[in-house]
Structures are given as structure tokens and as C-alpha cells.
């Protein structure tokens, strides 16, 4: 899960890069509904790829990975004028959507396991 969240993170900030899909969630009341406010699905949806680079490795670095690269999000969040990547099937997202979809998205993963 901390690879996979690590992964998360670079891909926002172009770190990595991702093949752009045609989806319904480019389209903002589409995303708002189904990734903002319904609840996510469990077990339901297939993980793109692009959030499956990382293989797992020793436990200590795979954390400190996690947490470097959530702090270089955090700081892009906070620049007045941040450049995102585009998400794969999300497209161009504003700061406030990158920021809600990844607090979703750690959500999910913890309680996923109980934290």
C-alpha cells in the first residue's frame, strides 16, 4: 500500500507518467459525484498501472519513500500557483481536487487496513 501511495504522489507531481484515458470523470459533475461524494468501492475497481510501479522492498525505506514523497506533495500544495500532472482517467485536476482525491484515496487504503 505505501508503494502503491507513493506512486500516487509522483504521478501527480509528474514524477512518473501515465497514459491519459478517455472517461466519463473528465467531466467535473461526473468526478464530484463519483469520486468526491460516493462512497468507494472496495475490492471493485482493477489499480492502474501507473500506481503499481513500485515493487515492495525492505519495510523502513518503503515508509520513508511514502513520506518523502507525500511532503513533496504537501509543499506543491502550498505553492500559490501549483502545476499538477494530469490524472490518467481524471485528466487536469485544480489543487483543491488533487488534494481531496488524495485524502480520499489514503483514506480508503487505511481503513482498507484497519488504521
Known amino acids: 500500500m505505501l508503494c502503491h501511495l507513493a506512486d500516487s504522489f509522483r504521478l501527480a507531481l509528474g514524477e512518473s507518467s501515465a497514459t491519459p484515458r478517455p472517461s466519463p470523470l473528465r467531466w467535473l459533475p461526473m468526478r464530484l459525484v463519483f469520486v468526491h461524494l460516493l462512497p468507494w468501492p472496495k475490492g471493485k475497481l482493477p489499480t492502474m498501472r501507473e500506481f503499481q510501479q513500485t515493487k515492495p522492498g525492505e519495510w523502513d525505506r518503503d515508509c520513508q519513500d511514502w513520506g518523502s514523497a507525500l511532503s513533496r506533495f504537501v509543499a506543491r500544495g502550498r505553492d500559490p500557483a501549483p502545476n499538477w500532472s494530469p490524472h490518467p482517467a481524471f485528466g487536469p485536476l485544480p489543487n483543491w481536487e488533487?488534494?481531496?482525491?488524495?485524502?480520499?484515496?489514503i483514506d480508503h487504503h487505511l481503513r482498507q487496513f484497519g488504521v
Do not use: D, K, V
Open 98 to 105: 488533487w488534494g481531496r482525491l488524495t485524502y480520499r484515496h
